[in-house]
Each structure stands twice: as C-alpha cells, then as structure tokens.
C-alpha cells in the first residue's frame, strides 16, 4: 500500500535516452459526430495504447519512429494508421458503424471486463434498455438497472434503488454531470430518464474513482446524446399511458447542433370524460411530463461548449364544486387538491484541449428538486344580490436546490499514466419541510401563517487526484484521494478520503482485482415510506447530525469466455456510520419540533458476493446476476439498541434477461426475477391487559419482538415481450408487445392484520399488478 501511494506522488518521468512525440485528438462517430467515449487507440509497433475519456479525446505519446495504430470502438468498423512523425499530431478519428456486427453485437462498447482497472462498475448499453420487457411498455433504465447484481429495488413496480445494503439517499444520480435529486414519476413507477434522449449509462458500486464524491453507495452516470451534427433525425413511440417524441439535428453542420425530446402521459385525458360524467364541476387526473434539451457547439478542434437542460414534473389533482339553494339562500361549494414533484436541472460544459496532453472541462450546474401538497376550499353563501365568502387555504413545500461549479483536468504524461484532478463548490439550499396557511373570513381580515423548519444553506467543497497507472503487462490500477467540506452556519466538516483499485492478469483471459473507498455524504434524507408519496425530505450535516460515513471492501474474479460471454465474481464488506432514522412514533408532517429532535443516529453494514454472467455476442444475448446479502441496522434508542434487518434486506436476489433476435426484423425478450420478501415490523402476538374493561377489544395489546422481525413472502415474475421492426420509405416502425407478470404472481406490496368471517384474526396481503398487457408503436426517420 505505501509504495503505491509513493508511486501516485512520483511526477512520471519519460526517459531522456529518446525522442518522443504525442499523438492526440478525438474519436467520433462519423455517421451523427458523436463523440466515442471508451474507444481504444493501440499502437502495434510500441505496444502502447490510450483509451477516450467521457468526451471522446485522447493522448498517446510514443517514441519518434514509425508507428502503426490501431482506432477500434465495438461495433464499428476498426481502422489504421500508418506514418512516421516527426512531430506532435491532433488526429480526429471518425468511426464507420460496422453493419455486419449490428445482429452480432448488442451495445458491447466497453472493454472487457477483465482488462478493467475498475471493479463493481458495469456499462448499461442503450440497446439492452430498449429490448427487454418493461412495465406498460415504457423503456426504463432505472429498471435495467435494478436488474443487476448488488441492487435491490424497493417495493413491486418502483424505481428506487438499494445498492449494497444503502439507501435511496446514497445514490449518486448524475444527468450530464449534475445531480438529480428525485428520480422517479408516477409514485416510482416509472424513472424521470426518457431513453431516447440518453446516450451512456454506467453503474459504480464500489471501487469509486477519485472524481466522484458525495454519495456512499453507487454512482449512476447518465450521460444525454450530443445531437446530429450531420442530419436531422427523430425518433418517438405511442404507448398505452405515455408518448414521446426526439428530434436531433444540425444547426450548422458539422459546427453546432440540437437535441429536444419530450414525453407526457395522458392518463388524465383518458379519464377526464368519464370523471366529468360523474357530476358538474368534478375533475380529478394525473399526468408527467420530461423535456429534454441540449445544444453542441463547435467553436474549433481545441473548443467546445455544450448546453443541456431538463425539466419534469408530475402532478396529482382533484376539484369539486357544489351549489344549492335553500329559502332563498345559495350557498357554492368549492374544494380542491394537489400534490405535485418535479426537477429542473440545467448544464453549461466547456472543453478545452490545453495542450496534446491535457483536457480541460469547465461545468457550470444547476438543479433543483421541489415538493408540494396543498388543498383549497371556498365556501359562498349569496341572499338578495349581497354574497359573503369563507377560503382556507393550506400547503406543504420541501426541496433542495443547488448552484455548482467545476473544473476537471485530464492528463496523460504518457502510456502508462492518465492522471485525473480538479475542484469544485457547491451552494445548497435546503427547505426541508413549510406549512403555509391562509384563511380568510368574510367578517375578519386574512390570516396569513407559515411555519416549519427554516430553510438552511451550505457550501460543499470538493477537490480530488487521482491517477490510472500501469505497471508491466499485468497490472493496471487506479488510485487517489478526494477531499470534501462542508460548510453550514458556524460549524465545518472536512473529509480527506482515499480510493484505491486494481487488477492483475493472471492470463489473457482472466484476472483477479480489489479495491478500497472512503465516502463521505454531508446530506441526510428522511422518508415516511409508509404513505406512498414522494415526501423526500433532504437534510444537511449539522453541528448536531454528522455526515454520514461508508468504507468499502471488495475483491472479485473476471473473466472473458471465448470473446463472447464475460464473467464476474464479486465479494464486499461496507459499513456506514451515522445513519438517520426516525424515532418510534415521530410525524413525518409535524412542525411542533425540529426534525433534528424527531431523528436517531446510527450506523448499518451489508456484505455479501454477487455473481454476474453475461452474453454480448450472437443472436441470443443476455446476462443473469445472482447476489447474496446481509445488510443491518443498529440504533441507539430503536429496538432497544439491538441489530435488526434493514427493510431491504434480501438474502437472495436473482434476475435474468434473455433477448434473441430471429432476423433484423423479429425478436423477443424475457425477463425474470426472484428475491427473498422484504423485512417489515409486525405485532404478531396481541393480549389483553391486566385490567380489561368494557371496551377491551380496543385495548389489546400487539407484541412485537423488533423492528423488521417478519419477511414477506419472497417476490418473482416473468415478463415477455415480441419486437417487430420493419424499414419503412421513410424509415423504421417498431410494434412491440408486452406482458407484465405473465403468470400473474400475487407478489406483496402491503400486510396488515384483520378480522375473518368468524371474527379470528388473519394476516392480510395487498398486491399491486396481476397479469398486464402492453403495446407501443415507434419510430424512427
């Protein structure tokens, strides 16, 4: 360990003994001008090559002689260059996709994954999201997620993802590089990702590079397509609750470009007549919608700047309206409700090529997450031309809303170094829970009342180092250090917290790896997962509440099989400190007391071993991840200080995923997954006090032996889906077909106790989704 720390410090040092030149640039697609991130230059002669960061640039320095390389992205055609420099040269690479790989390859762009440094990490291709079943046929990468190894979800149908052992707060969701504080729609059914406005996912678990922070259990890199710099195209489906549409072109061609993209449900049109036809003045829906936007600039070959933004929000609304007429007197009836969530996150990204070694990216963020629930009622009394008006009115705000900024620098001295810093703040503003009150007399002036918690500010600092260094043939590793405060009124965190992974080769095919993180998350979230809405309140570290804490251990096997299948084996132990719960008893929409009064401090750890195999090749393509797991949870003041389950504890959690293609126009899709039932807090023994009096069947008594000391009966479900394509004059149509839980499994969202016929008491489940059909129409042009 010391002398990989030393080596991370050493300045690397090229031999003075010979004359070396940089060759340097970008790799691009040549069909649209997107820029290739995780495409391999390779040079035959020196045997040294260099891979593309995030935005397709590379650096390769070489000794000044004749050189042969080798610019190869799966899935594309791979192509040569031949030639003696005699001094540094920008190449700009564009790729031609291979047509003849298009059945034989589903979105394998990465590299295997025995030659990567990194572990706990895994690529989710466009191509998987697309294919598989989903849920009322809407392609969703949060569920392609939750279908791999290490990631629990939380209940039937939601979006919310428990990676090792962590909670929902722990997760690092990234949108072009600014963070998305809620990701969900429709209660967590859905994710607020529209898939054909993305490009790139990729999923950290563990092992986390130096440039990420902030988070403890996993990074969720999502990265929006650039637009077609060449041609205008677009793409969008008709569903069964939603449709989309994605339109991308060039402004100027080959100098700046545009993507928009939008999707909307109508669930509220649908049902707007048949509400409607219940009584004048009734209307009650709900709807989401996303909008995607991003412009690209070219301003030259060391210049770049791109704009993103998103915008989304679900709503939830009810009215009514009532009037009648008694001697003589109207009297009008109006009420009405609301609940509704949303994001708006908006990127200004600057790169700049320094030199032909070093890249610069400039980021400028915002994003902003907002809650509210309100009602309203009016009540209007009219006698003889003269009318008087009684309103109350009431809602519930919470939200968190950040200004960032950033500089990130990429460095390669030369083949066997590429060395990642930069720096970074951020304000946030925290409103973590308000009750705003009006009521208005028609005899009386407006009373006007707001309280709660007042809302709190904070500075996040960040900086980090870190360096992916080769050493021999063999070994490749990555290791650094990311450094962290936190500033709240008077009082200050400061974190400095090392990272370190690696992985040696014991063959061309195999190799075994091992990492190291200390994570550091200044920021709390406290959820009543009870009443099923999206009630996040997000939290700062304060004097009194510490930032929570996490370190990770983790050693795995990988292996490639005959270029097709790729094997990972995985083993890790985390333990996190300072974890939040709420006390026995607390309200979730209480304002008499400060949150900090209604929390408990303690601490949790998960370990376990995750398998996942994979196919990328061939027709039939696929994967199955199998985790095994414990996670639990100790506090002070809760369950009598004794450990219990975490909630999401899951001792076993198996899916599978299955596509196969017939020919270019036929295939189908399968998915299936098991996991042991939830852990959940019952009564499962009732008895009568001492006393018993008149009234005694509401005085029984529930013993409960501790927190989360029942299971669920284990979940599964099959889905299926049939992609028909078929090229059309004008481009391609695409009819898919779905079912969604085909042998209709009664899987438990919700237990409770209740009375039988014969009055015994019997444990009652409530399932959410039995047996659904589904179609979509896409299209491309």
Do not use: C
Not at 242 to 266: N, Q, V
Not at 357 to 365: C, P
Not at 423 to 451: C, L, W
Not at 718 to 744: A, C, H, P
Request: charged letters at 20%; proline letters at 3%; zero cysteines.
């Amino acid at each position: 360990m010391k002398s990989l720390v030393i080596l991370f410090f050493l300045i690397p040092i090229i031999s003075a003994g010979q004359e070396m030149i940089t060759i340097s640039g970008y790799v691009e697609d040549a069909e649209n001008g997107e820029k290739l991130l995780g495409g391999t230059i390779y040079d035959l002669y020196s045997k040294k090559g260099a891979v593309t960061n995030d935005y397709g640039f590379y650096s390769l320095t070489l000794p000044k002689d004749s050189v042969k390389l080798r610019i190869s992205y799966t899935g594309f055609d791979t192509q040569f260059f031949n030639g003696k420099p005699e001094k540094d040269l920008q190449l700009t690479f564009k790729m031609a996709f291979n047509m003849l790989e298009e059945v034989e390859i589903i979105g394998n762009k990465e590299e295997q994954v025995h030659l990567k440094s990194e572990m706990s990490t895994i690529d989710i291709s466009m191509e998987k999201v697309k294919t598989l079943p989903v849920f009322l046929g809407e392609k969703d990468i949060m569920k392609t997620i939750q279908l791999m190894p290490g990631v629990q979800t939380g209940s039937e149908g939601t979006s919310g993802l428990y990676v090792r052992g962590g909670g929902p707060d722990q997760n690092l969701i990234l949108l072009d590089g600014v963070p998305v504080y809620n990701a969900s729609h429709l209660f967590g059914f859905f994710s607020v990702f529209n898939a054909d406005a993305i490009n790139s996912v990729k999923l950290i678990k563990g092992g986390f590079p130096s440039r990420y922070g902030g988070r403890l259990s996993s990074v969720i890199d999502i990265k929006m397509k650039e637009g077609n710099m060449k041609e205008f195209h677009g793409e969008g489906s008709i569903g069964l609750i939603s449709s989309k549409l994605t339109l991308e072109g060039p402004i100027k061609k080959d100098k700046t470009s545009f993507l928009i993209s939008g999707r909307r449900t109508y669930i509220d049109l649908l049902a707007r007549p048949i509400i409607r036809s219940a009584g004048d003045g009734n209307t009650a829906g709900y709807y989401f919608y996303d909008l995607n936007g991003k412009v690209n600039h070219k301003f030259s070959d060391k210049d770049r700047l791109y704009i993103s933004a998103y915008l989304g929000d679900d709503k939830a609304y009810s009215s009514y309206e009532d009037s009648w007429t008694n001697n003589g007197e109207t009297s009008t009836d109006k009420e009405s409700a609301q609940l509704k969530w949303g994001n708006t996150i908006t990127a200004i990204r600057w790169n700049h090529m320094l030199s032909n070694k070093v890249f610069m990216n400039t980021t400028l963020r915002y994003s902003k997450y907002r809650f509210l629930v309100g009602a309203d009622s009016e009540f209007t009394t009219t006698t003889a031309g003269s009318s008087t008006t009684d309103a109350f009115s009431y809602a519930y705000i919470s939200g968190i809303e950040d200004w960032s900024g950033k500089v990130d620098f990429d460095w390669v001295p030369n083949p066997n170094h590429f060395v990642r810093f930069g720096a970074g703040d951020i304000y946030h503003t925290y409103t973590p829970g308000v009750n705003q009150f009006r009521v208005t007399e028609s005899n009386s002036s407006a009373i006007d009342t707001t309280f709660g918690a007042n809302k709190q500010f904070a500075h996040e600092l960040f900086a980090y180092l870190e360096d992916e260094v080769k050493i021999g043939e063999k070994f490749k590793g990555n290791v650094g250090l990311h450094f962290s405060g936190f500033v709240v009124g008077s009082t200050n965190y400061w974190s400095l917290q090392p990272r370190i992974s690696g992985r040696y080769l014991l063959n061309n095919n195999s190799s075994v790896k091992a990492s190291y993180a200390s994570m550091t998350q200044f920021m709390h979230l406290l959820t009543n997962t009870g009443i099923g809405l999206p009630t996040d309140l997000w939290l700062p570290a304060t004097e009194r509440v510490k930032p929570q804490t996490s370190h990770q251990w983790a050693a795995g096997y990988a292996q490639t099989i005959k270029e097709k299948f790729e094997l990972s084996i995985e083993g890790y132990y985390k333990v996190m400190n300072n974890l939040i719960e709420y006390k026995d008893g607390a309200s979730f929409f209480s304002n008499d007391q400060d949150w900090q009064d209604k929390i408990e401090s303690g601490r949790g750890w998960s370990y376990g071993g995750e398998i996942l195999l994979e196919k990328k090749r061939g027709k039939t393509t696929g994967w199955v991840g199998y985790t095994l797991s414990w996670t639990n949870r100790q506090f002070e003041n809760l369950n009598f200080g004794e450990v219990f389950p975490y909630r999401y504890d899951r001792r076993h959690d198996l899916g599978l995923a299955i596509t196969h293609e017939f020919n270019d126009r036929v295939s189908v899709g399968a998915v299936w997954v098991y996991g042991t039932g939830n852990a959940v807090t019952l009564g499962l023994e009732r008895y009568q006090p001492a006393t018993v009096s008149q009234f005694s069947w509401y005085t029984d008594i529930e013993h409960i032996e501790g927190r989360n000391n029942y299971r669920m009966p284990a979940y599964h479900r099959l889905d299926l889906s049939v992609n028909l394509k078929k090229e059309m004059k004008w481009g391609q149509r695409t009819w898919s077909f779905g079912i969604y839980n085909v042998y209709s499994r009664q899987n438990p969202f919700y237990l409770e106790f209740g009375n039988d016929s014969a009055g015994n008491r019997k444990l009652y489940q409530y399932s959410l989704f039995p047996f659904i059909p589904s179609f979509s129409y896409a299209f491309k042009f």
